[in-house]
């Protein structure tokens, strides 16, 4: 479990508007948000209707238009 340490900015009535993080808590908690974005788009990948290729043929079709680009 992530343990965050915020640090509110206030404005004069008390609100808060801000919230100050340490960095290194920043960093943790946006390396998790792209991996639950990466599982959301596998599981809307897996979920879709759309024909799988393997991998391998993924990457060549992927290096081809590389090239034809170039």
Known sequence: ????????I???NGRKMS??????????IMEEL??????KLYDKAK???E????ID????M???KRKNKS
């Open 1 to 8: 479990m992530l343990t965050v340490n915020p640090k509110y």
């Open 10 to 12: 206030t404005d004069r």
């Open 19 to 28: 919230v100050v993080l340490p960095i290194k808590e920043f960093k943790t």
């Open 34 to 39: 792209e991996e639950l974005e990466d599982i």
């Open 47 to 49: 979920d879709s209707k």
């Open 51 to 54: 024909p799988s290729i393997p």
């Open 57 to 60: 043929k993924a990457f060549k």
């Open 62 to 64: 992927i290096d081809a």
